[in-house]
Nanobody, 117 residues
């Protein structure tokens, strides 16, 4: 089992920035992918960004150029730096962890990001 704990959400004005963090603990294997998904009220959960254990990132087109993702493998932590935030970025942001050895996905509880116009 892997446990994920997110932090860093909050309320920010449009154009502002926030940094999300997610710490993984438990049965961590070196070959994994970590990242973020989000879900706005009344909408389905959608992909935001992921990064492999080797450091290769992938972004949704809606956030490319505004968000960056990074990780510290020694701390089993992934970060999402969100800049130039827009009201449409308002959502519950979930940390995601994929164990490629056991082909299992894990999710955090979510951290709320609210962007006011």
């Amino acid at each position: 089992q892997v446990q994920l704990v997110e932090s860093g959400g909050g309320l920010v004005q449009a154009g502002g920035s926030l940094r999300l963090s997610c710490v993984a603990s438990g049965s961590i294997f070196s070959i994994n992918t970590m990242g973020w998904y989000r879900q706005a009220p009344g909408k389905q959960r959608e992909f935001v960004a992921v990064i492999s254990n080797g450091g290769n990132p992938n972004f949704a087109s809606s956030v490319k150029g505004r968000f960056t993702i990074s990780r510290d493998n020694a701390k089993n932590t992934v970060y999402l730096q969100m800049n130039s935030l827009k009201p449409e970025d308002t959502a519950l942001y979930y940390c995601y962890y994929r164990d490629h050895i056991r082909t299992t996905d894990y999710w955090g509880q979510g951290t709320q990001v609210t962007v006011s116009s």
